[in-house]
């Protein structure tokens, strides 16, 4: 009789349908005959969501803030205290204290998508960036084996706490898209010039301010600006006081098909976090990946992981990165 299957649970914070990282992390856990659970969220505007393995979307009274967090961590924690499970995989801090506390002798993998407590969210706050600090300080020195996405953040947390980590790149997995849709399928001109950022992280401080503001000047061009963000209210107050709605078209998360097919019927992307904080600095975000699997010249700030790529393979501009905290 062959041994039973290990079972492995991912935990993350957000509602699972567009984290192309994550759904790499449990294909890849499939690859190595575990039986996957992936543990989010539900959110009102959820997407159908269709996997190879099992996903739970926590249904919670709170969807922002420290009771959020709280919510969502005590949940976790009693459902994988008592799940039968030999690993678990938190992502990010936010997952990571009832995967801590839940472990039990476990094996356990952290894995950091970014700098977590030197986003500008947390460095506006100091008070909470203190609290997430003291989190991460707690935890992070005493993990056996964690992953981030690059080697400038791999080499900072050593630097801050000792730990080696193990990189693994933000590169999507090959998928077959299929053929082409026209850009009149997909409802995009002809005769225009299309850039486009995308991302379920359009925060702050990336670029897409400015880029917005920039169409000012190329009457001959259309931004697509696809995903969401804190700083989604902001573009689109500025699209409105700049007269801009023929120019920029906000479109919101959608499926990785339908995305990739606006981006593979666009003519440059962009990338534009500014030098304003270290996760900005170290960041190697998936949209670069996606641009150059789309077969699209990239346009992207000097900050270093991004530009060793652009540059390495003359995939793109590369430009100064703003530095001010606008």
Known sequence: MPAPRQRAIVSVTNDLVTDNRVHRTCMALMELDFEVLLIGRKLSDRQPLQRAYTTKRFNLLFNKGPLFYAEYNVRLFFLLFFAKAELLVANDLDTLPANWLAKRGRKLIYDTHEFYTEVPELVARPGVRRIWLAIERWIFPRLKTIITVNRS????????YGNELHVVRNIPMKRDLGALPSRAESGLPDDRRILIMQGAGINVQRGAEEAVLAMKELPGCLLLIIGGGDAWPVIERLVDENGLRDRVRLLK?????????FTRNADMGLTLDKDTNLNYRFSLPNKLFDYLNAGIPVLATDLPEVARIVRHYDAGVVIPPRTQRE
């Open 153 to 160: 953040i791999a080499d900072a947390y050593k630097e801050r």
């Open 253 to 261: 998360k959608m499926p990785y098909e339908q995305m990739m097919a």
